[in-house]
């Protein structure tokens, strides 16, 4: 094929990687069509037209630049990321948690999208990977069984799977403040992002017991059940022990209940979904309950006994390819140069994760249009860091990975593990200023 600048790139896939993708496309002058399926068709889990839907939480985790994920958050931002522009542009409050507003931040990159001109959109399916143009499949974890399907006849069947929930939402209004008390961990009592609902010993263990006996969605068939160890159903969870939420989702440590002066013996925490607070997400429940069976057995938390439930939890699949396998350094399918992947489907885990995947597809493809070379992040970087795992990881046992500092090289000399993060977000952050001057070389 005639590489040349006029090239139009096909994206398939309008969620935040193929967005990102478009955007940074357009940024160096290149020509794209973004196809999304939506509303014509719609995944399990989608529920909404526009682009960038946000669908298991409003949270883009940390918001420290002393972590992994702040760290990875500002690498975007310095690159000139529209999804972060539209995350800090939506944000919601959430103490050291970086939340948005998920009906503004769609919106937001949406209309950013439909007001560039060198981006074209057209909603309907692909079904097929283009032979001829450069094309990113961003087709993200629902990703519908015809491409799935086209993707395998392209690499085999080095395709894995698992399965990720959906906490569910509930109404501000229908929540007793009488009961539930306000406070971020640690943090002076009466201030803070999240609503704390505290259970007592006894309230606690049966609540773990009703979620043992609560009655699941069944799995297909065909489907075997591989949990991403970071986004559990909380009763898978609770069948690791009875105390196994006190110490994950449940924890109480930092929180004092005004009505005893006590730290409770566990809590569950609500955070806001939108900046109104008319709605809050149960922080850590996502779950593969049958929504009757939610309706009962999350009313059951203190403060939560009228619920109504804007959103039940749900359960759907995620599918993603053997990156080590089948992907190179710059994205590109081994078998089909021309083919790149972006978000979840090439294995990263997470929103921001899947934006940074999106952010390096569409500058290597832009280079190449442009007759440069592609660039790769360097490895101290957090963008590099996930490029690293996609491509170094053992294949026999490779998993999804959030963005996090065991990635990362390691220091070259002790510290204390508190002074840690800012080491490498300084080390990361100096190595990405000058990675981004080499870009436009």
């Known amino acids: 094929m005639v590489i040349s600048k006029d090239s139009r790139v096909i994206i398939i896939g309008g969620g935040l990687a193929g967005s990102e993708a478009a955007w940074q496309l357009a940024r160096w002058g290149i020509k794209c069509t973004l196809f999304e399926m939506k509303p014509k068709k719609f995944s399990p889990a989608h529920k909404v037209p526009e682009l960038a839907e946000l669908v298991c939480s409003n949270s883009l985790r940390s918001d420290l630049l002393t972590s992994a994920i ?25 103490g050291k948690a970086h939340a948005v507003d998920r009906k503004l931040f769609s919106k937001f990159i949406t209309e950013k999208i439909e007001s560039e001109p060198l981006i074209d959109i057209i909603r309907e399916e692909v079904k097929e990977i283009p032979d001829e143009n450069f094309c990113i499949v961003a087709t993200g974890p629902l990703s519908s069984k015809n491409i799935v399907e086209n993707l395998k006849k392209l690499i ?38 999240y609503l704390n609902c505290p259970l007592t010993k006894d309230e606690y263990e049966n609540f773990v017991n009703e979620l043992l006996k609560g009655e699941k969605v069944p799995l297909k068939t065909f489907e075997s059940p591989k949990y991403f160890e970071g986004c559990l159903p909380v009763e898978v969870m609770t069948e690791r022990g009875i105390d196994t939420l006190r110490y994950g989702p449940m924890k109480p440590v930092g929180l004092i209940d005004p009505r005893t002066g006590k730290q409770p013996y566990a809590v569950v925490q609500l955070r806001a979904e939108n900046r109104e607070e008319t709605m809050f997400n149960m922080v850590g429940f996502q779950t593969k309950l049958k929504w009757p069976e939610q309706k009962r057995i999350f009313r059951m938390i203190p403060g939560l006994k009228y619920a109504e439930f804007i959103r039940y939890g749900s359960i759907h699949r995620n599918t993603f390819v053997c990156a080590p396998k089948v992907l190179n350094p710059d994205l590109s399918l081994k078998v089909k140069p021309t083919c790149h992947l972006a978000g979840q489907i090439t ?5 921001v994760e899947s934006t940074a995947m999106g952010f390096l597809a569409g500058i290597n493809i832009a280079r190449k249009l442009l007759g440069k070379k592609p660039v790769l992040p360097p490895k ?62």
């Open 70 to 94: 702040g760290l990875l958050k500002e690498e975007l931002r310095r690159a000139g990321s529209l999804i972060m522009e539209a995350a800090d542009k939506t944000r919601v409050p959430a």
């Open 156 to 193: 085999g069947d080095d395709f894995l799977s698992f399965y990720d929930a959906i906490s569910p939402i509930i109404a501000a209004d229908s929540i007793d403040y009488s009961i539930v008390f306000r406070q971020s961990r640690y943090s002076p009592p009466g201030e803070g992002d």
């Open 347 to 351: 294995g990263v885990e997470g929103y």
């Open 380 to 441: 101290e970087t957090a963008h590099g860091a996930l490029i690293s795992h996609l491509t170094n990881a053992n294949s026999k046992n490779f998993q999804p990975m959030n963005v996090n500092f065991g990635l990362f090289p390691r220091l070259n000399k002790k510290v204390p593990k508190k002074e840690r993060g800012a080491l490498y977000a300084k080390r990361a952050l100096s190595a990405w200023d000058e990675f981004l001057k080499t870009i436009n070389q």
